[in-house]
């Protein structure tokens, strides 16, 4: 920033004191500088994360390393391939709080086996992600050579793809006892792949005697490693528990048609549910090709019976082969449908499809095809308008279109070629809808049964819907908000897609000036939603899409979030600010909505740390007065939105959340920042304060007294912040700084 000092003689600065001016207030002996702390401490978290995720990549590549150059009968190489393992999940285990295992799993986003060469894995520890994409991303961020962490990546994912490994789940070891474990366990798992090459039995030294031990076969009648990991464990030789293993398969073969609730997907995972078995055995402290964890993230969930009963059927379908049952289960319940291209969709449908007709035959059928459907419609409407547009339906054919040296064409299913097209016929009767803002348009009736089908309603109710949103809008396009705040109890029948819709389509249509007027309405519509979290996922995929732009509709986008994550949304009556009393109490609090939120924006973090980034820059500069374009966000929007931001953080936590008000704190939390000695800082003295303070809550909130050294700084410069106040109100909001402070540090924060 330029340096905006004035040089004025005695008398004029005398007056120019008096009459309130900014200079005088600056703190003697104090240097301001020109640094932007929060974007320092974004960056340094930032830093931090990245340096996680290096080792993340380091850890795959340690078993990588083992997996290929681990030989049992040279303990000296064993030695120091375990050495370093260790020095890594040492690294891990100081980050315990953010999760308690590594997940490591192949996204089968392409049938192309050389497609394996881009790093078609993903690591997973706790809400943080790395990807062959991230890695790029991440090297480039870090200004070093993007070479050294993408080769390593390919190297360690070439490996796990050679031994037909698609997934490796591993438990942080805790205590020296987990960690000797742990690593005995990988020793067996090598063993194993060892055995499987030579087409022999494992041989390893038990009590410094070699050992033969014959694999145990899983269900599908194919050596299995965590059944054999799970026996050598515990002692048992392999043919007592093959005889476990038919025993429950019967079990489970049995159940299958029966009400019995089976959340497994496996016979390796069933065994841990009988009580006679969890208090005898050792659980293994790495699973590998466990095909649900395609489908889980978390240790602590279990999978639906619904799910079990698709991850088992695909795994039939397959032959249990786990690299194909992978990417058939990728087509279902996948995560990454947004980002996909028309070829890679097309596949998927193509292998769902092949799953569908193996469904049909089957008794339970009807249930599980429900399952498939449901969750791959749900998925085909995060694609976008343009994907579809490169989809083609051919009788029951799908063709991608897309301009590629070769496209795919393959069969599918009769269901699933009729939501193919039903999505294109969407996005044509969405851009109608879009267009009636401003010019009659006409619908027939193939776009009235479309947006009955899409909004779950009676085709008398989507051209109701259509009548409801026409009469919002005169014959210039202008908006009228008395008649769309009569309307929005008539809007409760279409719960299902009409936020979405609203938000994405008929906000961008409208003309400027009645955007803010629309943007309000919608809170009183969110008051009544039943699903708050199909609208959170639309704010925040949003924000995100738009991270490196500031725009009013960000203020909206927070402030109705805000609403999203209360029961009792309708304690907050402002419409033009969310009040800090939310952050008091958690009563109101939808624990399940805010943990969606925290794990939404842990896996999106650069986008939010670049959200906040952006916003922030955009409030120096018009302190400083540099933005004089009055179509953007002036001072008073900017701190606004800042503070909408803060207080859902707060409110919503995890990873991200205490990042960003880590790093504000940064900023806020220290009299000499820049943001302090802008031409306009000392009018909006107040304002820069109230984010201070709503900071310091929220911090509060997620940390103990064994952190509260967090807040120290802080408390050690409120006497400098005093003097650079004027007024009364600004000295009260020190004052109360100061409280929640006190408050925190003796552990009675609110």
Same mark, same amino acid.
């Given at each position: 920033?330029?340096?905006?000092?004035?040089?004025?003689?005695?008398?004029?600065?005398?007056?120019?004191?008096?009459?309130?001016?900014?200079?005088?207030?600056?703190?003697?002996?104090?240097?301001?500088?020109?640094?932007?702390?929060?974007?320092?401490?974004?960056?340094?978290?930032?830093?931090?994360?990245?340096?996680?995720?290096?080792?993340?990549?380091?850890?795959?590549?340690?078993?990588?390393?083992?997996?290929?150059?681990?030989?049992?009968?040279?303990?000296?190489?064993? /030695?120091?391939?375990?050495?370093?393992?260790? *020095?890594?999940?040492r690294i891990f285990r100081k980050s315990q709080h953010i999760g308690k295992s590594v997940l490591i799993r192949y996204r089968g986003a392409s049938q192309n086996p050389d497609a394996m060469k881009k790093g078609d894995y993903e690591i997973i520890f706790g809400n943080i992600m790395l990807s062959y994409e991230v890695a790029q991303t991440m090297s480039k961020r870090r200004g070093v050579d993007v070479s050294e962490l993408t080769d390593r990546m390919e190297k360690s994912f070439e490996a796990l793809w050679t031994q037909g490994i698609t997934n490796i789940f591993l438990k942080i070891p805790r205590q020296a006892n987990d960690l000797k474990r742990l690593l005995a366990s990988l020793k067996i798992i090598v063993c194993f792949y060892e055995a499987q090459q030579k087409n022999t039995p494992l041989t390893f030294v038990r009590g410094g005697k070699p050992v033969n031990y014959n694999p145990v076969n899983n269900e599908f009648n194919m050596p299995d490693p965590n059944l054999t990991l799970l026996a050598i464990l515990n002692g048992l030789p392999s043919e007592k528990l093959q005889s476990i293993v038919q025993k429950i398969d019967q079990w489970m073969q049995k159940s299958a048609s029966s009400r019995t609730s089976l959340r497994f997907a496996s016979v390796y995972d069933a065994i841990f549910s009988f009580k006679k078995f969890q208090k005898k055995i050792i +659980?293994?402290?790495?699973?590998?090709?466990?095909?649900?964890? &395609?489908? &889980?993230? /978390?240790?602590?969930?279990?999978?639906?019976?619904?799910?079990?009963?698709?991850?088992?059927?695909? &795994?039939?379908?397959?032959?249990?082969?786990?690299? +194909?049952?992978?990417?058939?289960?990728?087509?279902?319940?996948?995560?990454?449908?947004?980002?996909?291209?028309?070829?890679?969709?097309?596949?998927?449908?193509?292998?769902?499809?092949?799953?569908?007709?193996?469904?049909?035959?089957?008794? =339970?059928?009807?249930?599980?095809?429900?399952?498939?459907?449901?969750?791959?419609? /749900?998925?085909?409407?995060?694609?976008?308008?343009?994907?579809?547009?490169?989809?083609?339906?051919?009788?029951n054919e799908i063709q991608d279109t897309s301009p590629k040296k070769e496209s795919f064409i393959g069969k599918i299913n009769n269901k699933i070629?009729?939501?193919?097209?039903?999505?294109?016929?969407?996005?044509?009767?969405?851009?109608?809808?879009?267009?009636?803002?401003?010019?009659?348009?006409?619908?027939? /009736?193939?776009?009235?049964?479309?947006?009955?089908?899409?909004?779950?309603?009676?085709? =008398?109710?989507?051209?109701?819907?259509?009548?409801?949103?026409?009469?919002?809008?005169?014959?210039?396009?202008?908006?009228?908000?008395?008649?769309?705040?009569?309307?929005?109890?008539?809007?409760?029948?279409?719960?299902?897609?009409?936020?979405?819709?609203?938000?994405?389509?008929?906000?961008?249509?409208?003309?400027?000036?009645?955007?803010?007027?629309?943007?309000?309405?919608?809170?009183?519509?969110?008051? *009544?939603?039943?699903?708050?979290?199909?609208?959170?996922?639309?704010?925040?995929?949003?924000?995100?899409?738009?991270?490196?732009?500031?725009?009013?509709?960000?203020?909206?986008?927070? &402030?109705?979030?805000?609403?999203?994550?209360?029961?009792?949304?309708? =304690?907050?009556?402002?419409?033009?600010?969310?009040?800090?009393?939310?952050?008091?109490?958690?009563?109101?609090?939808?624990?399940?909505?805010?943990?969606?939120?925290?794990?939404?924006?842990?896996?999106?973090?650069?986008?939010?740390? =670049?959200?906040?980034?952006?916003?922030?820059?955009?409030?120096?500069?018009?302190?400083?007065?540099?933005?004089?374009?009055?179509?953007?966000?002036?001072?008073?929007?900017?701190?606004?939105?800042? *503070?909408?931001?803060?207080?859902?953080?707060?409110?919503v936590g995890g990873n991200t959340g205490r990042s960003v008000l880590l790093s504000a704190l940064k900023e806020y939390g220290n009299p000499e920042s820049e943001i302090y000695q802008m031409i306009s800082s000392q009018m909006y003295l107040a304002d820069l304060l109230q984010l201070l303070k709503i900071i310091v809550r929220g911090i509060g909130r997620h940390i103990d007294s064994t952190e509260s050294d967090i807040l120290g700084p802080v408390r050690t410069r409120l006497g400098l912040f005093s003097q650079m106040t004027s007024t009364i109100h600004e000295k009260d909001i020190i004052q109360q700084i100061q409280v929640h402070i006190e408050d925190t540090v003796s552990g009675n924060a609110s």
């Open positions: 920033m330029e340096n905006k000092d004035i040089q004025i003689d005695s008398a004029a600065q005398s007056l120019y004191a008096d009459l309130g001016g900014i200079e005088e207030r600056r703190l003697k002996g104090v240097s301001f500088d020109q640094a932007d702390r929060l974007a320092q401490g974004l960056q340094e978290e930032q830093r931090q994360y990245d340096a996680l995720r290096s080792w993340m990549s380091r850890l795959v590549y340690q078993i990588s390393v083992c997996l290929q150059q681990l030989d049992v009968s040279k303990g000296g190489a064993e /030695k120091i391939l375990f050495a370093e393992l260790e *020095r890594i999940l +659980q293994p402290p790495i699973e590998v090709n466990n095909i649900k964890w &395609m489908i &889980m993230y /978390k240790e602590e969930k279990q999978l639906s019976k619904k799910k079990a009963q698709v991850a088992r059927l695909a &795994m039939d379908q397959t032959g249990g082969s786990t690299v +194909q049952t992978s990417r058939v289960l990728r087509g279902v319940y996948g995560d990454d449908y947004a980002r996909i291209d028309s070829q890679q969709v097309a596949e998927r449908l193509q292998m769902t499809s092949q799953l569908l007709d193996n469904i049909e035959e089957k008794e =339970e059928g009807k249930e599980i095809e429900t399952e498939v459907l449901d969750n791959v419609e /749900k998925r085909l409407g995060k694609v976008s308008d343009t994907v579809f547009d490169n989809l083609d339906m051919i009788g070629a009729g939501m193919v097209g039903f999505y294109k016929r969407r996005s044509v009767t969405k851009k109608k809808m879009t267009e009636m803002v401003h010019q009659a348009i006409d619908f027939n /009736k193939q776009d009235f049964k479309t947006l009955a089908r899409d909004f779950n309603v009676t085709v =008398e109710e989507a051209k109701n819907l259509i009548q409801l949103l026409k009469q919002c809008f005169d014959e210039n396009g202008n908006f009228r908000r008395s008649i769309f705040v009569n309307i929005i109890p008539d809007l409760d029948l279409y719960e299902r897609r009409i936020f979405d819709f609203l938000w994405h389509n008929v906000k961008e249509a409208l003309h400027q000036k009645d955007r803010p007027a629309f943007l309000e309405c919608l809170q009183l519509l969110v008051e *009544r939603l039943k699903q708050p979290k199909n609208s959170m996922s639309v704010l925040l995929e949003d924000i995100a899409k738009n991270a490196n732009v500031v725009r009013f509709a960000d203020q909206k986008a927070f &402030m109705l979030s805000n609403r999203l994550v209360r029961s009792k949304s309708q =304690e907050i009556v402002s419409y033009q600010i969310t009040p800090e009393d939310v952050l008091m109490a958690d009563k109101s609090l939808m624990r399940q909505i805010t943990n969606y939120a925290a794990w939404k924006m842990d896996r999106n973090q650069e986008k939010f740390f =670049e959200k906040i980034r952006t916003i922030h820059h955009r409030l120096l500069q018009n302190l400083d007065g540099e933005n004089e374009d009055t179509r953007l966000l002036g001072i008073r929007e900017l701190l606004v939105l800042e *503070r909408e931001a803060y207080i859902f953080f707060a409110l």
